[in-house]
């Protein structure tokens, strides 16, 4: 084997044997960013909440008022958090199956490369 084809076949074989971790980077990386945005989005919505707590009660001019206007709040808040953990949930199902369909890739690549490589010894 000369030289040149010998450093091909290593230069090919470290391209496959780092794809996998580029990919799983990849999938890590964009998982990651849904998530902070997901997590920016409640953030911001506790913001605000507290921000229409802090006006109504200042221009509240009685406790009843003040209380109905935090029961219907509060009412709001409940929502937007079941629909916040809905996307979690959904997020986490996306998430499970795009690493589970990278596992099963990767394992699948690994396998028939050692199965090449048993043939090509036998």
Known sequence: MKTTELMNAWI???????EPAREL?????????????QQMAVAREYMEFSVRGMQAM??????RT????QVEMMKELGEKMMANAEAYT?????????????????????VAKAEQAVEKAA
Do not use: C, H, I, Y
Request: hydrophobic share 40%; net charge negative.
């Open 90 to 110: 959904k997020l986490a199902t996306e998430t499970q199956a795009a690493f589970a369909g990278w596992a099963e890739k990767t394992t699948e690549a690994a």
């Open 12 to 18: 090919e074989n470290s391209k496959a044997a780092f």
């Open 58 to 63: 200042s221009v509240a001019r009685d406790p």
């Open 66 to 69: 003040l209380a109905s206007q």
């Open 25 to 37: 980077g990849e999938l890590t990386k964009s998982t990651l960013t849904k998530m902070g945005e």
